[in-house]
Protein backbone atom coordinates (compact mmCIF):
# COMPACT_ATOMS: atom_id res chain seq x y z
CA UNK A 1 0.00 0.00 0.00
CA UNK A 2 2.70 2.53 0.59
CA UNK A 3 4.56 1.69 -2.14
CA UNK A 4 1.91 2.57 -4.32
CA UNK A 5 1.29 5.94 -2.26
CA UNK A 6 5.25 6.90 -3.06
CA UNK A 7 4.74 6.12 -6.24
CA UNK A 8 1.55 8.36 -7.13
CA UNK A 9 3.11 10.93 -5.09
CA UNK A 10 6.35 10.83 -7.44
CA UNK A 11 4.42 10.89 -10.52
CA UNK A 12 2.52 13.92 -8.87
CA UNK A 13 5.75 15.89 -8.01
CA UNK A 14 7.12 15.18 -11.60
CA UNK A 15 3.75 16.68 -12.74
CA UNK A 16 4.09 19.82 -11.03
CA UNK A 17 8.01 19.94 -11.82
CA UNK A 18 7.15 19.89 -15.79
CA UNK A 19 4.71 22.28 -15.39
CA UNK A 20 6.51 24.69 -13.51
CA UNK A 21 9.54 24.45 -15.25
CA UNK A 22 7.46 24.51 -19.32
CA UNK A 23 4.66 26.84 -18.39
CA UNK A 24 6.91 29.85 -17.13
CA UNK A 25 9.32 31.86 -19.46
CA UNK A 26 8.89 35.39 -17.61
CA UNK A 27 12.40 35.61 -15.60
CA UNK A 28 12.48 36.67 -11.83
CA UNK A 29 14.11 38.96 -9.28
CA UNK A 30 16.14 37.67 -6.98
CA UNK A 31 18.57 39.38 -4.36
CA UNK A 32 20.75 36.20 -2.83
CA UNK A 33 23.91 38.30 -0.61
CA UNK A 34 23.87 41.53 -2.94
CA UNK A 35 23.56 39.94 -6.28
CA UNK A 36 20.71 40.16 -8.88
CA UNK A 37 20.49 36.73 -10.65
CA UNK A 38 17.71 36.65 -13.72
CA UNK A 39 16.69 33.03 -13.56
CA UNK A 40 13.89 31.64 -15.54
CA UNK A 41 11.31 29.92 -13.23
CA UNK A 42 12.59 26.43 -14.58
CA UNK A 43 16.06 27.27 -13.68
CA UNK A 44 14.86 28.89 -10.32
CA UNK A 45 13.26 25.44 -9.25
CA UNK A 46 16.52 23.59 -10.42
CA UNK A 47 18.61 25.42 -7.89
CA UNK A 48 16.08 25.01 -5.26
CA UNK A 49 16.00 21.38 -5.84
CA UNK A 50 19.85 21.51 -5.63
CA UNK A 51 19.73 23.23 -2.79
CA UNK A 52 17.41 20.79 -1.34
CA UNK A 53 19.20 18.02 -1.97
CA UNK A 54 22.54 19.07 -0.34
CA UNK A 55 20.44 19.78 2.58
CA UNK A 56 19.13 17.03 2.55
CA UNK A 57 22.81 14.89 2.33
CA UNK A 58 24.02 17.56 5.26
CA UNK A 59 20.84 16.00 7.47
CA UNK A 60 21.79 12.59 6.44
CA UNK A 61 25.27 13.03 7.31
CA UNK A 62 24.81 14.58 10.50
CA UNK A 63 22.43 11.92 11.65
CA UNK A 64 24.78 8.83 10.28
CA UNK A 65 27.10 10.77 12.76
CA UNK A 66 25.03 11.03 15.67
CA UNK A 67 24.12 7.49 15.04
CA UNK A 68 28.24 5.95 14.80
CA UNK A 69 29.11 8.21 18.13
CA UNK A 70 26.15 6.85 19.77
CA UNK A 71 27.15 3.10 19.10
CA UNK A 72 30.42 3.86 19.68
CA UNK A 73 29.78 4.75 22.96
CA UNK A 74 27.46 2.33 24.32
CA UNK A 75 30.05 -0.34 22.94
CA UNK A 76 32.55 1.07 25.38
CA UNK A 77 30.35 1.54 27.99
CA UNK A 78 29.25 -2.28 27.39
CA UNK A 79 33.08 -2.91 27.27
CA UNK A 80 33.88 -0.63 30.77
CA UNK A 81 31.23 -2.74 32.20
CA UNK A 82 32.38 -6.07 30.87
CA UNK A 83 36.12 -4.80 32.40
CA UNK A 84 34.96 -3.90 35.60
CA UNK A 85 32.79 -7.19 35.97
CA UNK A 86 35.72 -9.47 35.14
CA UNK A 87 38.34 -7.20 37.56
CA UNK A 88 35.48 -7.84 40.08
CA UNK A 89 35.57 -11.16 39.28
CA UNK A 90 39.61 -11.78 39.56
CA UNK A 91 39.67 -9.80 42.62
CA UNK A 92 37.21 -12.09 44.30
CA UNK A 93 39.07 -15.28 42.90
CA UNK A 94 42.16 -13.54 44.06
CA UNK A 95 41.11 -12.83 47.64
CA UNK A 96 39.51 -16.17 47.92
CA UNK A 97 42.59 -18.40 46.65
CA UNK A 98 44.27 -16.02 49.33
CA UNK A 99 42.64 -17.14 52.00
CA UNK A 100 42.70 -20.69 50.53
CA UNK A 101 46.63 -20.88 50.75
CA UNK A 102 46.56 -19.23 54.20
CA UNK A 103 44.30 -21.49 55.61
CA UNK A 104 46.61 -24.53 54.10
CA UNK A 105 49.49 -22.73 55.32
CA UNK A 106 47.80 -22.87 59.29
CA UNK A 107 47.20 -26.00 58.67
CA UNK A 108 50.59 -27.27 57.64
CA UNK A 109 52.18 -25.20 60.36
CA UNK A 110 50.12 -26.71 63.14
CA UNK A 111 49.16 -29.94 61.52
CA UNK A 112 50.43 -33.21 62.62
CA UNK A 113 52.53 -33.59 58.87
CA UNK A 114 54.98 -31.48 59.76
CA UNK A 115 58.93 -32.00 59.58
CA UNK A 116 58.75 -34.55 62.17
CA UNK A 117 55.84 -36.67 61.20
CA UNK A 118 52.92 -37.73 63.02
CA UNK A 119 54.47 -39.00 66.00
CA UNK A 120 56.68 -36.21 66.71
CA UNK A 121 59.87 -38.45 66.22
CA UNK A 122 62.70 -36.69 64.01
CA UNK A 123 62.41 -37.22 60.53
CA UNK A 124 64.12 -40.49 58.87
CA UNK A 125 67.22 -39.51 57.18
CA UNK A 126 67.37 -38.89 53.99
CA UNK A 127 63.85 -37.37 54.11
CA UNK A 128 63.01 -33.80 52.81
CA UNK A 129 60.44 -33.40 55.56
CA UNK A 130 58.25 -32.13 52.52
CA UNK A 131 54.46 -33.16 52.84
CA UNK A 132 52.15 -34.59 49.79
CA UNK A 133 50.90 -30.80 49.35
CA UNK A 134 54.48 -29.47 49.11
CA UNK A 135 55.33 -31.88 46.14
CA UNK A 136 52.20 -31.23 44.68
CA UNK A 137 52.93 -27.78 44.48
CA UNK A 138 56.62 -27.22 44.73
CA UNK A 139 58.01 -30.60 42.65
CA UNK A 140 61.90 -30.97 43.74
CA UNK A 141 63.85 -29.68 41.20
CA UNK A 142 66.06 -32.00 39.18
CA UNK A 143 69.42 -30.59 38.10
CA UNK A 144 70.87 -32.53 34.81
CA UNK A 145 74.17 -31.70 33.20
CA UNK A 146 75.32 -32.92 29.67
CA UNK A 147 76.88 -36.39 29.61
CA UNK A 148 80.77 -36.63 29.48
CA UNK A 149 82.43 -39.39 27.62
CA UNK A 150 85.01 -39.74 30.84
CA UNK A 151 81.57 -40.26 33.15
CA UNK A 152 80.77 -43.56 31.45
CA UNK A 153 80.95 -46.67 33.65
CA UNK A 154 83.76 -49.21 33.09
CA UNK A 155 83.45 -52.68 31.27
CA UNK A 156 81.71 -54.62 33.04
CA UNK A 157 83.39 -57.40 35.63
CA UNK A 158 85.03 -60.18 34.08
CA UNK A 159 86.05 -58.86 30.39
CA UNK A 160 89.14 -57.13 30.36
CA UNK A 161 89.04 -54.12 28.51
CA UNK A 162 92.63 -53.11 26.54
CA UNK A 163 95.52 -54.19 28.52
CA UNK A 164 94.06 -55.01 32.37
CA UNK A 165 93.39 -57.46 34.43
CA UNK A 166 89.89 -59.02 34.29
CA UNK A 167 88.62 -57.19 37.69
CA UNK A 168 90.35 -53.98 37.45
CA UNK A 169 89.13 -51.23 35.51
CA UNK A 170 91.66 -49.76 32.58
CA UNK A 171 93.88 -46.70 33.65
CA UNK A 172 91.74 -44.32 31.96
CA UNK A 173 87.83 -45.16 32.83
CA UNK A 174 86.34 -44.44 36.09
CA UNK A 175 84.27 -46.98 38.19
CA UNK A 176 79.91 -46.53 37.85
CA UNK A 177 78.17 -44.22 39.92
CA UNK A 178 75.43 -45.45 41.87
Known amino acids: MLLILGLLLLIAA ?12 TPAKLDVFGQHPNLSPGELFAVGAIT ?13 GLRRSGRKRRQ ?9 EREN ?14 QQRRATASGPSGPSGPSGAAAPAGSTGRTAA ?10 SRPINPDDRPSAPTGTA ?3 GTPDAPSSGAHSPRT
Open 14 to 25: GALIAGVVTGNT
Open 52 to 64: GVVVLLGLLLLVS
Open 76 to 84: VREERKIKR
Open 89 to 102: ELQAENARLARELD
Open 134 to 143: DERSNPPTVV
Open 161 to 163: PTG
